[in-house]
């Protein structure tokens, strides 16, 4: 059965997020873009913060394996292995990703739950 369409976009997005391909990641968010990250109390609000937010990772070496993403028309569901890097620091985690979608199909809400969350913390501070 193929992939539902927000479920093959969530995989372009993906895919263009790990070629840094950033104007295809960007096309599928909404401007209006709530983004939780893992341990955060408040989400990182609109698009254009969002971009910047993903900017102040450019120390760190980010890569994801998408295990599985389910979607229907309004909601999609994403789990992923992660491998971070920075100087001499990797982490290892996995992460389930939740994400509200509007009917463009762009993401207007994301939350992340990982196995892991303090160290997640301790990484990335």
Avoid: C
């Avoid at 263009?16 to 709530?34: V, W």
């Avoid at 990182?44 to 229907?72: C, P, T, W």
């Avoid at 992460?95 to 993401?107: K, R, S």
Wanted: glycine share 6%.
């Amino acid at each position: 059965m193929p992939d539902h369409p927000n479920a093959t976009r969530y995989r372009e997005m993906s895919s263009a997020l790990e070629t840094g391909d950033m104007s295809a990641m960007e096309a599928g968010i909404a401007d209006d873009i709530a983004w939780w990250e893992i341990g955060a109390s408040e989400p990182v609000r609109g698009k254009q913060a969002l971009m910047e937010r993903m900017q102040g990772f450019a120390d760190y070496n980010i890569s994801a394996e998408l295990h599985d993403v389910v979607a229907n028309d309004d909601h999609l569901i994403a789990l992923l292995s992660v491998t971070a890097t920075k100087g001499d620091d990797t982490l290892h985690y996995r992460t389930a990703e939740i994400h509200h979608v509007n009917a463009d199909g762009q993401v207007t809400e994301r939350w992340a739950f990982s196995d892991d969350t303090q160290a997640i913390i301790d990484f990335f501070q």
